[in-house]
């Protein structure tokens, strides 16, 4: 039973995971107050190009995925392929079952955009911790950190930057929601990582 259980968990914090993610950036979409930056990119493809938010990301993913290959591909995990094109795909499955919140008030939709920055901020969180590989954009960023000793946080803001510019160039809506994520994501992440740290969530596979 306890090998069945050790098995089970790691495939259930991956659809927990892709979850979040997806449900994540769907919310940012539907509050309509702006989203983060990476959010604003795949909503700007999307809008210019005809294509849907999950085929925007999945583009996305790949992009950065490829980069990563031609860099350092063990940067790459398990985690960065499934992620990568996990979450385009339940994104567009799970938009339908989300449409109901479209209509909500100010104060609704507010309420939204601060579940939808915890889900996201969850999920990197898990990310990070389960060790098996971080998000596209992350491993794209540790790979050139390496190569060029250029450091992670000024990668970070450098490229959420141009992903933020070409977001808005394309339509992609920026608003209270982007400064909220800019102001609040290190530090959510910080928290959920350290309650982590204090729960047995993850023992087994830290072991």
Known sequence: MEKIYSCVKPV?????ILASLSIGINLFIIADLGSDSITVFQQGISLYTGISLGQASLM????FIFLTLLIDHKKLGVLSFVTGFGVGIMGDFVRPFLGFLSNSNVIGSFVILCVAQCMLC????????????????????????????????????????????????LNGVIGLGTIISVMTTGKIIDTIRNFIHKTTLLKSNAS
């Open 122 to 169: 969850f999920a990197y969180a898990l990310l990070i911790e389960i060790k098996m590989g971080s998000s596209s954009l992350d491993c794209f960023i540790l790979a050139v950190e390496a190569k060029t000793n250029i450091r992670y946080v000024w990668m970070r803001w450098l490229i959420e930057l141009i992903l933020l510019t070409i977001g808005l160039m």
């Open 60 to 63: 996305y993913n790949l992009c």
């Open 12 to 16: 259930g914090l991956i659809i927990v």
